[in-house]
């Protein structure tokens, strides 16, 4: 079993920065960790992903040159640097860990909410 616990949601203007934290626990041999988010009405959508071993990072479009997945081994925790918010990345956060960059079999943390307002 693996867990996960997200932490550094909160309300901001548009513009501003948050920085999410995703702290790992349990048996930890997962290669890959996620962030996903999930909008009112809508479904969840994969935002970024970050290889454990060599952190090689995949973004989604949406996240491309304003957000930074990054890890601290020692930690076992894995951050979302977000910049430049937008009142639509407002949505409830969530940190996956797998081992296949498909997430197929994830283990997930219980979210954190992220409010951008204009």
């Known amino acids: 079993q693996v867990q996960l616990v997200e932490s550094g949601g909160g309300l901001v203007q548009a513009g501003s920065s948050l920085r999410l934290s995703c702290a790992a626990s349990?048996?930890?041999?997962?290669?890959?960790m996620g962030w996903f988010r999930q909008a009112p009405g809508k479904e969840r959508e994969f935002v970024a992903r970050?290889?454990?071993?060599?952190?090689?990072?995949i973004y989604a479009n949406s996240a491309k040159g304003r957000f930074t997945i990054s890890r601290d081994n020692a930690k076992n925790t894995v951050y979302l640097q977000m910049n430049s918010l937008k009142p639509e990345d407002t949505a409830v956060y969530y940190c996956?860990?797998?081992?296949?960059?498909?997430?197929?079999?994830?283990?997930w943390g219980q979210g954190t909410q992220v409010t951008v307002s204009s």
């Open positions: 996956a860990a797998d081992r296949t960059a498909q997430f197929t079999g994830a283990y």
């Open positions: 349990g048996r930890t041999f997962s290669s890959f």
């Open positions: 970050i290889y454990w071993n060599t952190g090689s990072t």
